[in-house]
T-cell receptor, first 114, second 114 residues
């Protein structure tokens, strides 16, 4: 069975500082990995995804993530955080092709200090 | 881009009544739709997987007679919460999948049962 762990429940970062959100997954084969962002009371917006190829993935809003198979990790990073980045972030893993269910991590809430 | 419309965005109903939530893919045909439930400050929990023209597949612990899912077309899936009770109050999110677009999420429905 697939699973996802996001070790940090909350992260507080100053505006302009860098941000890294951790994600560890468990899956027997090559995973499909996703990062989503959710604002309060809203649905999920896809930031980026990894299926294969280059292990450093660029996404929207200046985010990037690096797939490290040896560490079973897919950490999300942003060099300089903006106040609008305050939100809940979810890492998810899917099995194989699109159409299989996604398993979500517990989420990390990001607070941005002015 | 792929857009999923979910209605209503919020609903308040009396205990014992039924509520229907719609999930529509506006500009693509979805091979599969997923329904998730999210409690406050928690992650998304998959309730069921819905394929057009066939019965939904429910996750363990989800009452299929309470959460009725109908997937009548490639663009519409509905979730009906029957005989709702306060413990059913939650945020419900759908996701539609198409091979070219991947997973697209609706904006969610906040259900409050009073």
């Amino acid at each position: 069975a697939q699973s996802v762990t996001q070790p940090d429940i909350h992260i507080t970062v100053s505006e302009g500082a860098s941000l890294e959100l951790r994600c560890n997954y468990s899956y027997g084969a090559t995973p499909y990995l996703f990062w989503y962002v959710q604002s309060p009371g809203q649905g999920l917006q896809l930031l980026l995804k990894y299926f294969s190829g280059d292990t450093l993935v660029q996404g929207i809003k200046g985010f990037e993530a690096e797939f490290k198979r040896s560490q079973s990790s897919f950490n999300l990073r942003k060099p300089s955080v903006h106040w609008s980045d305050a939100a809940e972030y979810f890492c998810a893993v899917g099995a194989g092709a699109a159409g299989n269910k996604l398993t979500f991590g517990g989420g990390t809430r990001v607070l941005v200090k002015p | 881009g792929a857009v999923v419309s979910q209605h209503p965005s919020w609903v308040i109903c009396k205990s014992g009544t039924s509520v229907k939530i719609e999930c529509r893919s506006l500009d693509f045909q979805a091979t599969t739709m997923f329904w998730y439930r999210q409690f406050p400050k928690q992650s998304l929990m998959l309730m069921a997987t819905s394929n057009e023209g066939s019965k939904a597949t429910y996750e363990q612990g989800v009452e299929k007679d309470k959460f009725l899912i109908n997937h009548a077309s490639l663009t519409l899936s509905t979730l009906t919460v029957t005989s709702a009770h306060p413990e059913d109050s939650s945020f419900y999110i759908c996701s539609a999948v198409q091979i070219n677009y991947g997973y697209t999420f609706g904006s969610g429905t906040r259900l409050t049962v009073v």
